[in-house]
């Protein structure tokens, strides 16, 4: 089956919206339509077209992600799909080809997405980079170990005073945690503080709350209300919380503890190495699945090898073989110095350890081992070598991705 893959212009947004609302599973409406035109960039989108039929669907946003010690650009590949009439055919291969070849034309070392079924990315070299621990915890179980000392004051705020405070205290924690996306005035207005009615899924409008210690903003929760009747229950549903330190995050759960006629506290994306289950009375109480948050694909072994720093002082000689970027195939020389700096070329030495994109996509931001990975057949090399990658490659903080896109 032949198919034109091509950008899609500001007139076809209607039909391109049209093709991903049937695999996404929902109708478009006037807001949907509205949110797309604010939030996507039209240059960045890419439509397969059967005839004048739209039949898949692709995307990326620019962005920026904090790497150990760094911060590189990354493509946040977005809006995958494709009709099921037109499955299995090689369109989704073709997308993909197409995108990895652009973001090497353009210089962006790195791609990343949100996986809708984690079977599919791993085969284009996306690898589960951040994880994410989706938790409940009752409100008879919602009690801190030791006394919490706020240490300054919580007050509601408008999405208006929101959009002009919270950006700041988001940027001093994502400088720091790797996984963490830079966020422009744009994103903070139509994704984060957006509020839609469609958003909502039955829960109450955003309730935005702000901390502020020693007359400084230190943290902030984004979070809604939903009731059931029929079961007589009340869900607090926490879309994001962010502190500039563990007493801010500390003292925005100690907030949300503490809201009447509520039965349970919800969060979809709480770090995997959050403290808030060794600051409860009862830890085991807090109910944690942990799952595959952000995806990250090396575009460029050696501009993202470079690109980050490292723990301590080594080498490695890396094997990597990528079907769908060919000017990755080859072995990668890495030599990092006493400041953590890497340098990384191409060579005709032995490699010391082999692996695909998409487990180099696992380890990059220290979020997995080399060792572990070894166990599972998707790295080989000796136990030296995977002992030696493990030392360079873990960083203080564990990846975190706070939004999906």
């Known amino acids: 089956m032949s198919v034109d893959i091509r950008p899609i212009s500001a007139d076809e947004i209607e039909a391109f919206e049209r093709a991903i609302s049937v695999p996404f599973l929902f109708d478009p409406t006037p807001e949907t339509s509205q949110r797309f035109r604010n939030v996507f960039e039209l ?57 990895f070849a652009e973001l090497h034309q353009n210089g962006e070392p790195l791609a990343a997405l949100w996986a809708s079924e984690s079977s599919i990315y791993g085969r284009f070299g996306y690898g589960s980079a951040c994880e994410r621990a989706i938790a409940r915890l009752e409100k008879h179980s919602a009690r801190m170990r030791d006394p919490v000392d706020v240490g300054g004051t919580m007050r509601l705020v408008e999405r208006a005073q929101a959009q002009d405070l919270f950006p700041a205290i988001y940027a001093s924690v994502a400088q720091r945690r790797p996984g963490m996306l830079a966020r422009s005035e744009k994103w903070w207005e139509h994704r984060v503080l957006g509020d839609q009615e469609f958003t909502r899924r039955g829960g109450t409008s955003h309730r935005r709350v702000l901390h502020v210690r020693d007359g400084r903003p230190a943290g902030y929760v984004i979070y809604r209300t939903r009731t059931d009747l029929e079961r007589r229950t009340t869900e607090v549903r926490v879309i994001e919380l962010i502190g500039i330190d563990a007493a801010a995050e500390k003292a925005l759960w100690q907030y949300l503890f503490g809201i009447d006629l509520v039965t349970s506290i919800h969060h979809w994306n709480l770090p995997v190495d959050s403290p808030l289950r060794w600051w409860l009375e009862q830890p085991r109480e807090l109910e944690r699945k942990v799952e595959d948050g952000m995806w ?19 080498s490695l000689l890396l094997r990597v073989r990528d079907r769908f970027c060919p000017w990755n195939e080859g072995v990668w020389q890495l030599v990092v110095d006493n400041e953590g700096i890497g340098r990384c070329r191409q060579t005709n030495a032995e490699p010391e350890l082999e692996l695909t994109p998409d487990a180099l996509g696992m380890v990059y931001l220290g979020g997995h081992r080399f060792g572990t990975l070894a166990k599972s057949g998707l790295i080989t090399g000796s136990a030296e070598a995977l002992r030696r990658a493990d030392a360079l490659f873990t960083w203080d903080l564990l990846p975190w991705c706070a939004e999906q896109f």
Do not use: W
Not at 73 to 81: E, H, Q, R
Not at 296 to 314: I, K, Q, T
């Open 43 to 99: 240059e960045r989108m890419r439509a397969a077209f059967d005839g004048d039929q739209i039949v898949a669907t692709f995307g990326a946003h620019t962005a920026r992600i904090t790497v150990p010690g760094n911060v590189l650009p990354v493509a946040g590949t977005s809006i995958i799909t494709v009709l099921p009439t037109h499955r299995r055919q090689g369109v989704l291969r073709a997308l993909m080809t197409d995108h």
């Open 296 to 314: 990250l694909r090396p575009v460029d072994v050696a501009a993202a090898l470079a690109g980050r720093r490292y723990s301590c002082a080594g």
